[in-house]
Nanobody, 119 residues
């Protein structure tokens, strides 16, 4: 069973930057894609970004495009979310997730890491 563990959250002032990391426990041939989600209090979970290992393709949600960047290190089974020009509305719990090629949805989730952006 693949497990993913996030790190890198914290408190930052508006305009600042943070980098989140997420490492999967198994070799990437079993992990087809990894992605980032976030959920703010009282709001639905939002899909932010994903990377697909087979072709290293990436996708970013329009809401964070231009400020956030997703990247990955295949050899380390790790993805990163570089978050720049953070805004108070970026405050949320950020989750990493993974899915195998056999799964249509992200079915392995991390415990989440809190990101708080102060104004």
């Amino acid at each position: 069973q693949v497990r993913v563990v996030e790190s890198g959250g914290g408190l930052v002032q508006a305009g600042g930057s943070l980098r989140l990391s997420c490492t999967a426990s198994e070799r990437t041939f079993r992990t087809y894609s990894m992605g980032w989600f976030r959920q703010a209090p009282g709001k639905e979970r939002e899909f932010l970004a994903r990377i697909t290992w087979s072709d290293d393709s990436t996708w970013l949600a329009d809401s964070v495009k231009g400020r956030f960047t997703i990247s990955g290190d295949n050899a380390k089974n790790t993805i990163y979310l570089q978050m720049n020009r953070l805004k108070p509305e970026d405050t949320a719990v950020y989750y990493c997730a993974a899915r195998s090629m056999m799964s249509a949805t992200y079915n392995v989730w991390g415990q989440g890491t809190q990101v708080t952006v102060s104004s």
